[in-house]
C-alpha cells in the first residue's frame, strides 16, 4: 500500500520490554516518490503526553486523523516496509500539518 504524506495510518509497534507487538497510529512524513520505493517514514502517534519529547505536538482535529482520543504526534521517526502497513484511518488537518511541521522545522530541519 502506498500513503500519502500526512495520512495517519495504523502499524504493527514491537514491545521493548515483552515480546509481540500491537497495532498502533502512525503518522506518514514521507512523500509518495519516497513511498513508492517500497517503505515509507513515518513518525510515533501515542497519547504518553506525561513523558514529553522535545517536538511533541497534540493533534486538535482528531476526528479528521481518525482517532478516538487525544493524541500528540511525538518526534520518534522510523522507516517501515509498506508491507506491513496495515491500513489508513486518517490525514492530520491543514491546522495540525502545519503545527507538525513547524516543529520539525525547530527541531529537525
Known amino acids: 500500500m502506498i500513503f ?3 495520512d495517519v495510518i495504523v502499524v504493527p509497534f514491537p514491545f521493548t520490554e515483552k515480546g509481540g507487538n500491537k497495532r498502533r497510529p502512525a503518522l506518514v512524513i514521507s512523500k509518495k516518490g519516497f513511498n513508492e ?16 519529547w522535545p517536538g511533541d505536538t497534540h493533534i486538535v482535529e482528531q476526528e479528521t486523523a481518525g482517532l478516538h482520543v ?4 511525538r518526534l520518534k521517526a522510523f522507516t517501515l516496509d509498506n508491507r506491513l502497513i496495515v491500513k489508513k484511518i486518517g490525514h492530520l488537518s491543514a491546522a495540525d500539518r502545519e503545527k507538525v511541521a513547524e516543529r520539525f522545522r525547530q527541531y529537525v530541519f
Open 4 to 6: 500519502d504524506l500526512w
Open 37 to 52: 520505493h517500497g517503505y515509507t517514514l513515518l513518525t510515533m502517534i501515542t497519547t504518553q503526553a506525561h513523558r514529553p
Open 70 to 73: 487525544a493524541c500528540i504526534v
